[in-house]
């Protein structure tokens, strides 16, 4: 490890905000229901290890981290993110509800709420974000127990998924440890 990046990890660890990478990771699944492109996978794998979450569940054509396109974005958090694969995001969405998770799909619909009102008590959850230009499918925004939205500001109604994801899991997490 270089000088810099050690004495960037003691100042953390001195400010109380490093935690230890052993323990339990943050009560958060990643559905990715049918990513096209493996680079944004590979960078939905970074943002996962980074902010810690449980694992990732890759639904349909997304691509695994076996595809190059992953394995060159992730820069080895493919390697440390516990993952699943199943091919129809409905099997996978009603395992992880039967595991206990409550569902909450990241998708701008009339029946959205802004995501700020994430809350404590939906712990465990299961983020699904959908594909790049179909979205989360049908059915799954229809029966989530939460469908959030990332407010817009812009002229632009929608973010890239891998953004809009991180955006989400950062925001998710900070809401759960506060």
Not at 133 to 136: E, L, N, Q
């Given at each position: 490890m270089n000088t810099e990046k050690a004495a960037r990890l003691e100042r953390t660890a001195q400010k109380g905000l490093s935690k230890k990478r052993t323990g339990v990771r943050f009560p958060v699944v990643g559905v990715l229901d049918n990513i096209r492109s493996?680079?944004?996978v590979g960078s939905m794998f970074r943002t996962a290890e980074c902010a810690y979450i449980s694992e990732l569940v890759l639904c349909g054509i997304t691509p695994r981290p076996a595809h190059p396109g992953v394995r060159k974005t992730a820069l080895g958090a493919a390697d440390l993110v516990p993952w699943r694969y199943f091919e129809d995001i409905t099997e996978a969405v009603s395992l992880l509800r039967g595991e206990g998770y409550r569902i909450a799909?990241?998708?701008v619909t009339p029946?959205?709420?802004p995501i700020q009102e994430v809350h404590p008590a939906h712990f465990p959850l299961a983020l699904v974000v959908g594909n790049e230009?179909?979205?989360?499918h049908p059915?799954?925004?229809r029966t989530a127990d939460l469908v959030w939205e990332i407010p817009q500001y812009g002229v632009k109604e929608?973010?890239?998924v891998a953004v809009a994801f991180g955006v989400a899991v950062y925001f998710i997490v900070e809401k759960l440890q506060s």
């Open positions: 493996a680079y944004n799909a990241l998708e029946r959205s709420t230009v179909t979205g989360v059915h799954i925004l929608s973010l890239n």
